[in-house]
């Protein structure tokens, strides 16, 4: 039998945020590689082989999916949320385009899944009603110098920004930093979100305003929306009106 290699996600973190399609994908694979705390979310299966690995080592974790499905297995790559949004489809491919020649010919495959930015937006209302960007703020791959350019370009054209990676152990002081450059370009009243857990049972929404965010809301499972000048707040919902020009009379 010819090997195969799906990247999927596993959504924010509720088993009916995971895809029919991703949960197939799941239940047919011979083999589940990812970061062990998306794999622990995942019921074993009988005769099904885990290779759990550590954060950080997305090339290698991609490798590794490589080599299996060359040899004949059946991959499923899981990430959390959608695969493709600052997780491990990027990675794979990366691993094809710099790896053996060979693995050009695999079938390789990508399942879709809800991510942390969908279901965050979802437990405030419609923040992402209009225009909107998603931007990690982890310098791990990219220089702090490129996240202010983008923050100040995002803030300038006015979109709702997503920020991914708020915060993490190692980076404890960016968001604060981040903040800083958008209340140079925004007004301190923009609405701003902090959605930890979004999508699961522990569900938490916090809502303030860009001059009084503060970024110890913030960890790892946290979701930060900082509104356009539009967004507004109706009830206990937050939304962005569809126009520019603002709410409908
Ligand atoms: N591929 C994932 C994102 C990976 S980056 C996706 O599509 O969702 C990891 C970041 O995603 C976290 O630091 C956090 O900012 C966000 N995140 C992931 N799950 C989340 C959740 N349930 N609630 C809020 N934010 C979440």
Redesign the pocket.
Known sequence: MSGSLVVV?TG??KAGLITPATAEVLAHATDLVGYGPYLDRIPCRIGQRRHASDNGVELERARLALSLAAAGRQVAVV?????G???MAAAVFEAVDAGDPSWRDLDIRVEP?V???L??AAEAGAPLGGDFCAI?LSDNLKTWSTIERRLTAAAEADFVIA????A?KARPHQLGQAFDLLRGVKPKETPVLF??????AE?CVVVTSLGAADPSCAD?????IVGASTTRQVGRWIYTPRSERGAAS
């Open positions: 996600g924010p973190g990430s959390g949320g959608d695969p949004v600052f997780a899944g991510t942390a930015m279901a965050a990690s920020l991914y990676n708020p993490s959605v930890r857990a979004a999508g699961t569900a790892m499972r946290t979701l930060v």
